[in-house]
């Protein structure tokens, strides 16, 4: 899959996401995921000791790739 079909898929799936998400679309493992998020290579918030990740964020670094 390329960066413009990941983003197109982005485009039907939930507003805020999971690492678990994340890493699922992205075709990525969990230390990967992590890595992105705790680096603010990807924007991410926590909920309680959970990582979310708004789609607009996903997408905003796909097309910076």
Same mark, same amino acid.
């Given at each position: 899959?390329?960066?413009?079909?990941?983003?197109?898929?982005?485009?039907?799936?939930?507003?805020?996401?999971?690492?678990?998400?994340? &890493?699922?679309?992205?075709?990525?493992?969990?230390?990967?995921?992590?890595?992105?998020v705790?680096?603010?290579?990807?924007?991410?918030?926590?909920?309680g000791?959970?990582?979310?990740?708004?789609?607009?964020?996903?997408?905003?670094?796909?097309?910076? &790739?």
């Open positions: 899959i390329n960066r413009k079909e990941r983003v197109i898929m982005l485009n039907n799936t939930k507003d805020i996401l999971t690492l678990k998400d994340l &890493q699922e679309l992205l075709h990525i493992g969990k230390n990967t995921a992590l890595r992105l705790q680096s603010g290579e990807i924007e991410a918030f926590k909920v000791k959970q990582w979310r990740i708004v789609r607009e964020d996903i997408i905003r670094y796909l097309k910076r &790739q």
